[in-house]
Nanobody, 126 residues
């Protein structure tokens, strides 16, 4: 059983920063694709960023230049550094992982990820 546990969410003002972390119960070397998704109330879950086993990264256009994804396999962790936060970034942020590298390179469709965390809430006020 794989467990992913997110942390680091909170409430900050626009322009602020947060760093999300995702702790995995399994060696993250096993996950060829890891990523972050978010979901705002009344909206579908949307792609934020992914990183594959070669540390190749992808970002949604809305966060490019502001967010940075990284992974530390020695700590079995995934991170998302979020800077210059905007009210539109508000939502529940989910960590996701899959054993297959192609999942990172196929549009990062949520249904293709096998493992999910419970989410951490991010609220940005104007």
């Amino acid at each position: 059983q794989v467990q992913l546990v997110e942390s680091g969410g909170g409430s900050v003002q626009a322009g602020g920063s947060l760093r999300l972390a995702c702790a995995a119960s399994r060696n993250t070397n096993n996950f060829d694709c890891m990523g972050w998704f978010r979901q705002a109330p009344g909206k579908e879950r949307e792609f934020v960023s992914t990183i594959d086993n070669l540390d190749s990264t992808n970002y949604a256009d809305s966060v490019t230049g502001r967010f940075s994804i990284s992974r530390d396999n020695a700590k079995n962790a995934l991170y998302l550094q979020m800077n210059s936060l905007k009210p539109g970034d508000t939502g529940m942020y989910y960590c996701a992982a899959d054993l297959r590298a192609w999942v990172c390179n196929s549009g990062a469709v949520p249904s293709q990820f096998a493992y999910w965390g419970q989410g951490t809430q991010v609220t940005i006020s104007s």
